[in-house]
C-alpha cells in the first residue's frame, strides 16, 4: 500500500468539501420550490370555507350594503360567490336578489349601480361570451318578467278573496235554504181529557186520559266539500306534449308550483333520488336521448329536466358528470324495458294468431271430414 502524503489528504478533503456545498445548494433549491408552492396552494381551512359556501339572495338594503362591502373588501369572498353563482345552471337575476328587491328596480334606483349586479352577474356573462349590450338587453327583460309575475300573482290573490267571500256567502245563503228533515218519530203523550162521559156513570166525572201524537224534527245542515287549492300543485307524470307545455307554463309562471313539486318528489322519492320515469312515462322518454343525435331529441333541454332532476340531484351533492351518467344509464334501461314489452307483446300476438290459424284449420278440417 503507497504513503499517503498530506498532500493527498488535502485533495480528498477539499473534495469532500465542495460535494456537501453542491449537496447543500441542491436542498435548498428544493426547500424553495416547497414554499413556493405551498404559497399558491390555499390553506386547508380556506378550502373548508370554499366547500361550505352558503349564499342568499339580497332582499332588502341592509344586506346589499353587507354584500358590496364584503365583495369589495374580501377578494376570496368574491371568488367564491362567483364560483356559487356560476355553478348554478342558466343563473339568473333571482339568484343574487329576490324577486321582491328586484321589482324596487326603477330609475331612481338602477340595477347598473349595484356592486353585486356589475362584479358577478356581469362578470359571470362576459366570461361566458356575451357582450354588454346583450347582457343589458337579458337583464331587462328579466326585471320586466319578474315584476309581470309578481303583479299577476297579486291580481291572483286578490280575485281568489273575493271568490272565497262570494262563495262563504253563498254557501251561507245554501245552507239556509236547503235545511232538510234527516229523521222525525212520533211520540204520544197522555193528557187530561175535559169532555164529560154520557154514560150513567156520569155522576162519577173521573177525568180521563187520551194520547196525543207529538212530533219531534231532526234539522240538519247541509255541508259543502271544498277543494283543496293545492291539488293543482301535485305533479302528474308527462304523457305528451301537451302535458309537457302545461308543465312548462306552472314552472315559468308560478315558482309556488316549481317549489312544491321539488317538496314533493324530495319527500317522496327513496333517500331524495329521483328517477327520470318518476318525472316522464317511459313512452314519452323512448323519443329522447341525452345528446340528441341519431334523431332524438335532447332530455336535457326540457325545462322540467332542468328545474326539477338537475336541481334535486345538485342539491344531493352529484357532480354535473354524474348526473349525466345517471341519466344516460336511466335512458338506456328504460328504452330497454321497453324494448323487451314490445317484444313479449309481438310474440303473444303471435302466438294468439297461430292457435287462431290452428283452430280454424282443425275446424276446415272437420267440415270436410263430415
Given at each position: 500500500m503507497p504513503d499517503i502524503t498530506n498532500e493527498h489528504l488535502m485533495k480528498l478533503i477539499y473534495r469532500v468539501i465542495k460535494k456537501v456545498d453542491l449537496i447543500e445548494e441542491k436542498l435548498?433549491?428544493?426547500?424553495?420550490?416547497?414554499?413556493?408552492?405551498?404559497?399558491?396552494?390555499?390553506?386547508?381551512?380556506?378550502?373548508?370555507?370554499?366547500?361550505?359556501?352558503?349564499?342568499?339572495?339580497?332582499?332588502?338594503?341592509?344586506?346589499?350594503?353587507?354584500?358590496?362591502?364584503?365583495?369589495?373588501?374580501?377578494?376570496?369572498?368574491?371568488?367564491?360567490?362567483?364560483?356559487?353563482?356560476?355553478?348554478?345552471?342558466?343563473?339568473?337575476?333571482?339568484?343574487?336578489?329576490?324577486?321582491?328587491?328586484l321589482c324596487e328596480i326603477d330609475e331612481e334606483k338602477p340595477l347598473e349601480d349595484l356592486i353585486p349586479y356589475e362584479d358577478i352577474f356581469v362578470y359571470l356573462k362576459r366570461k361566458e361570451g356575451m357582450i354588454n349590450?346583450?347582457?343589458?338587453?337579458?337583464?331587462?327583460?328579466?326585471?320586466?318578467?319578474?315584476?309581470?309575475?309578481?303583479?299577476?300573482?297579486?291580481?291572483?290573490?286578490?280575485?281568489?278573496?273575493?271568490?272565497?267571500?262570494y262563495n262563504s256567502n253563498e254557501s251561507f245563503n245554501e245552507r239556509t235554504k236547503n235545511e232538510e228533515i234527516e229523521s222525525e218519530f212520533i211520540e204520544f203523550v197522555e193528557v187530561d181529557d175535559d169532555t164529560q162521559s154520557e154514560t150513567d156513570e156520569e155522576s162519577n166525572q173521573k177525568s180521563a186520559k187520551k194520547l196525543v201524537p207529538v212530533t219531534y224534527i231532526k234539522e240538519v245542515k247541509k255541508t259543502e266539500d271544498y277543494l283543496d287549492d293545492d291539488d293543482d300543485d301535485y305533479f302528474t307524470k308527462i304523457e305528451n306534449l301537451q302535458d309537457l307545455a302545461r308543465v312548462c307554463e306552472k314552472i315559468r309562471t308560478r315558482p309556488s308550483y316549481l317549489k312544491s313539486v321539488r317538496k314533493q318528489f324530495l319527500r317522496s322519492c327513496e333517500g331524495g333520488m329521483i328517477r327520470l320515469n318518476d318525472l316522464f312515462t317511459e313512452e314519452?322518454?323512448?323519443?329522447?336521448?341525452?345528446?340528441?343525435?341519431?334523431?332524438?331529441?335532447?332530455?336535457?333541454?326540457?325545462?322540467?329536466?332542468?328545474?326539477?332532476?338537475?336541481?334535486?340531484?345538485?342539491?344531493?351533492?352529484?357532480?354535473?358528470?354524474?348526473?349525466?351518467?345517471?341519466?344516460?344509464?336511466?335512458?338506456?334501461?328504460?328504452?330497454?324495458?321497453?324494448?323487451?314489452?314490445?317484444?313479449?307483446?309481438?310474440?303473444?300476438?303471435?302466438?294468439?294468431?297461430?292457435?287462431?290459424?290452428?283452430?280454424?284449420?282443425?275446424?276446415?278440417?272437420?267440415?270436410?271430414?263430415?
Open positions: 435548498n433549491q428544493v426547500i424553495d420550490y416547497v414554499e413556493s408552492q405551498k404559497k399558491h396552494q390555499p390553506d386547508k381551512s380556506q378550502l373548508e370555507e370554499e366547500d361550505e359556501f352558503k349564499y342568499r339572495p339580497i332582499g332588502n338594503d341592509k344586506e346589499l350594503d353587507y354584500i358590496s362591502t364584503k365583495i369589495e373588501n374580501d377578494e376570496i369572498y368574491k371568488r367564491n360567490l362567483r364560483n356559487h353563482i356560476k355553478s348554478i345552471p342558466y343563473f339568473a337575476l333571482e339568484d343574487i336578489f329576490t324577486e321582491d328587491f349590450k346583450n347582457i343589458k338587453s337579458l337583464a331587462s327583460s328579466e326585471l320586466a318578467r319578474i315584476k309581470d309575475r309578481i303583479k299577476h300573482r297579486k291580481d291572483l290573490s286578490k280575485k281568489r278573496k273575493i271568490e272565497e267571500c314519452f322518454i323512448s323519443g329522447y336521448n341525452i345528446s340528441g343525435l341519431h334523431g332524438m331529441k335532447n332530455l336535457t333541454k326540457l325545462l322540467p329536466y332542468q328545474t326539477i332532476y338537475l336541481y334535486i340531484k345538485k342539491k344531493l351533492g352529484i357532480s354535473m358528470n354524474d348526473i349525466e351518467a345517471q341519466a344516460r344509464a336511466e335512458v338506456n334501461q328504460i328504452k330497454g324495458r321497453l324494448r323487451t314489452k314490445r317484444s313479449r307483446i309481438k310474440k303473444r300476438l303471435q302466438q294468439e294468431n297461430k292457435t287462431e290459424n290452428k283452430e280454424i284449420e282443425d275446424n276446415d278440417d272437420n267440415k270436410a271430414e263430415n
